[in-house]
């Protein structure tokens, strides 16, 4: 009996044991189906935050451009994305793509083949990884497009066409101002495919989808912040490498008490020497407060006038001021950096309307490396402080922040901390030095993304100057970061003091770090200062420079520096449906601009046989009214005229472009014009207007190359449809910001 019982026992378990194993089997089995995209999808297009994707062979191809190196514009091509980074070569294979915060920059590069493109900045980026799946990730077997463009695995019954061109339409002027990264719109009615989510209940970047309309911008995963731990107000003694320079005082005839000071000095490094020490006090309050420190490997020495030491500050220029009401900004922003904004700033006790000719928003790079030391750290401040009394700081003309650099930068205050020349004269002398490395490169990169925030004061319609003041050379490389600075919009200025001796040279990290960093080489971006005790004389030209707005070229980017003409066929031949699918990638193309009367205007024309000028550039002032003016541009039907057209956009439009605006015209027809085209668009070209020419279904190729600038081929675009003009939304903003970056910086 006994025996039976265990007999059956064991059968039992080994069937058990069995069944286990089959169904682990099974699992295993199971395979995650990878959906396969085209060399020419862009990350922008899919609503998915997070997917594995297969890319075909034969991506690595010019004609699939691609922005940024290593983290990449959304509307970049995934799979030649893939093999600019590495992850897959020109055979294809598969790719694993998480989307992430849009950036202020994108660097270009050549890398495996593949020439990467620089853009100032976008609303999505993206990153691609080798292609296996993220532990407790689940990844869906279809992708889910911004158009009506599915993958083989279909998830739903195909909508009609009609469908689609409601979908289109109803969202077109549905907007904030932000728009999908195709320029087309984002139809997340029919969204069902599950996106990536951690099987576990943990945090995670990916927002989790729904199936209701919402701004394309939650699909963007958000990165939290953290306050910053408040500022310690005296640096470390730290020891400067022999790397950057040092000075010797010399031995000139000076004040008894003076030299007094210099001969202790003197005896305590033949003390140190005697005990084998270093020489190069840097930190010590004796040394910096003389300036008596070597110089690496110079034999040159300097004489300092010790009446230059005792002058007390210039007179402030006094400038007429208003009393105004003064309201604070948004919450502190997190630098990623020690910050030394306080968090709850005390209000100010009066606010002035400041010098209402130099509206713009400034960031002082200050000096607080070893190598100037206490007494110049001073002479800096009180430069600074002259700067200040000088610009006339109030809220309606120029703000001024300061970011004190070393080894790391930091905030001293931002643009709404102060908004009259006393309080902050008075903040810049409570200033402590730093100390550390020269590192202007790391504080460049610093100030282009943290420092002109919303949240930091910055009003968006006053340009960005940043004010670099070096002594001698920096520690590290400027020419990148001054790149990416120029392209988000920052006028940079250099103040160099006391630069590299003959013998220092060679200490240089970066020869001509000054042509490399500025918005222009023509000298108006640079001021070289002899000596510390010669800075005073500069206040004046440097206040000039700044306010001379006129001239900040660096403030005019591709998206803000424009007066954009749309020249809009309105002929039998469109139809009322097919013209309200113009509106709308008329309104798309419009929304991706920054539109004030400051920054980039938008105007209109309708053509048949006639002209109507449907508004002008100095009509609408904001984005909004802009996109509400197009809505209601109403169809007129009739003949097609599209020489007179483009005369008539000339003399009713671009004559009245301002001076510094780039003169942008798009035109969008559907036929063969009546009338000659070639002499209009050859006048308008000669008049500065760069001209864009996009024919749909029955336009004539060659009046669309005639019409558009040159090259044609970058200038001239054709659709066989009405429906498929949103494939050029970002075709045409990228070869605009293309363009306008490589104009030359002499």
Not at 9 to 20: P, R
Not at 39 to 67: S, T
Not at 436 to 444: I, T
Not at 515 to 530: E, H, L, M, Q, W
Request: proline fraction near 5%; charged fraction near 20%; hydrophobic fraction near 35%.
């Amino acid at each position: 009996m006994k025996a039976t019982v265990i007999a059956t026992f064991f059968g039992v378990f080994l069937t058990c044991t069995y069944t286990a194993k089959e169904a682990t089997k099974k699992t295993k089995k199971a395979k995650l189906y990878v959906p396969q995209i085209d060399c020419d999808v862009k990350a922008g297009k899919i609503i998915n935050p997070e997917f594995i994707a297969k890319c075909p062979p034969g991506c690595q191809d010019v004609k699939y451009r691609v922005y940024g190196t290593d983290i990449y514009a959304s509307f970049s091509s995934v799979c030649n994305a893939a093999i600019h980074s590495g992850i897959i070569d020109n055979t294809g294979g598969k790719i694993l793509v998480q989307k992430v915060a849009g950036h202020s920059g994108y660097r270009g590069s050549f890398s495996n083949g593949v020439r990467s493109l620089s853009l100032p900045r976008w609303r999505e980026s993206f990153l691609v990884s080798e292609g296996k799946p993220r532990k407790g990730v689940t990844y869906p077997s279809t992708l889910e497009y911004s158009s009506s463009k599915t993958t083989a695995v279909k998830s739903e019954p195909k909508k009609t066409e009609q469908d689609l061109k409601g979908m289109k339409i109803a969202d077109t002027f549905n907007t904030s101002g932000k728009a999908s990264d195709q320029g087309d719109t984002v139809h997340k009615e029919y969204q069902t495919t599950p996106v990536p989510t951690p099987a576990t209940q943990m945090a995670t970047t990916t927002p989790t989808p729904t199936t209701t309309m919402t701004d394309p911008s939650t699909t963007v995963p958000q990165l939290t912040t953290t306050t910053a731990a408040a500022r310690t107000t005296a640096a470390p003694v730290k020891t400067r490498p022999g790397l950057h320079r040092v000075r010797d005082m010399g031995s000139s005839s000076v004040h008894p008490a003076y030299a007094s000071v210099v001969a202790a000095a003197a005896r305590q490094v033949q003390a140190a020497q005697g005990r084998g020490q270093n020489t190069a006090f840097r930190g010590t309050s004796t040394f910096a407060s003389v300036r008596n420190i070597l110089r690496h490997n110079a034999s040159a020495q300097r004489q300092e006038p010790f009446a230059a030491f005792q002058r007390a500050a210039s007179a402030p220029v006094h400038l007429a001021m208003e009393i105004d009401s003064w309201k604070p900004g948004l919450s502190l922003f997190d630098t990623g950096f020690s910050s030394k904004e306080e968090l709850n700033p005390k209000p100010l006790e009066s606010t002035s309307q400041g010098n209402q000719n130099c509206k713009v928003d400034l960031s002082f790079l200050m000096d607080g490396s070893w190598s100037i030391g206490k007494r110049r750290f001073q002479l800096q401040k009180r430069f600074l402080g002259n700067v200040a009394q000088a610009l006339g700081i109030g809220s309606a003309g120029p703000l001024m922040g300061i970011v004190q650099y070393g080894d790391d930068p930091s905030t001293e205050f931002n643009l709404k901390t102060y908004a009259n020349s006393k309080d902050l004269r008075n903040a810049i002398e409570k200033i402590q030095q730093k100390g550390g490395l020269s590192n202007v490169g790391k504080a460049l990169s610093f100030v282009n993304k943290n420092f002109f925030l919303d949240a930091n004061g910055n009003r968006g319609g006053a340009p960005n100057v940043v004010v670099v003041i070096v002594d001698g050379w920096p520690t590290d490389r400027v020419e990148e970061a001054s790149r990416l600075a120029r392209e988000s919009g920052i006028n940079i200025f250099f103040v160099t003091v006391e630069g590299a001796a003959q013998s220092e040279k060679q200490n240089v990290i970066e020869p001509n770090f000054v042509d490399k960093a500025v918005c222009r080489t023509s000298g108006f971006y640079s001021i070289n200062v002899p000596s510390w005790f010669s800075l005073h004389k500069v206040v004046q030209p440097l206040v000039k420079r700044v306010c001379d707005t006129d001239r900040l070229a660096c403030s005019k980017t591709c998206l803000n520096a424009a007066d954009i003409g749309f020249v809009i066929d309105g002929s039998s031949s469109v139809g009322t449906g097919n013209f309200r699918t113009v509106l709308q990638f008329v309104a798309n193309i419009s929304k991706e601009f920054e539109i004030s009367d400051t920054d980039t205007r938008i105007g209109a024309v309708q053509y048949t046989y006639e002209q109507r000028l449907e508004f002008s550039f100095d009509k609408y002032s904001t984005k909004q009214d802009v996109l509400n003016a197009i809505k209601r541009i109403s169809y007129w039907s009739g003949g097609t005229s599209t020489g007179a057209a483009i005369s008539y956009a000339s003399e009713q439009l671009f004559s009245k472009s301002k001076p510094n605006k780039r003169k942008i015209m798009i035109l969008i027809t559907d036929g063969r014009s009546y009338d000659d085209v070639s002499l209009p668009a050859m006048a308008a070209h000669q008049n500065g207007v760069i001209a864009y020419s996009i024919g749909v279904a029955w336009a004539a190729p060659d009046e669309l190359e005639a019409i558009a600038s040159d090259p044609a081929k970058e200038h001239s675009f054709f659709v066989d449809e009405f429906d498929n003009l949103y494939r050029y939304v970002n075709q045409l903003i990228q070869n605009i910001c293309t363009e306008f970056n490589s104009q030359p910086r002499n």
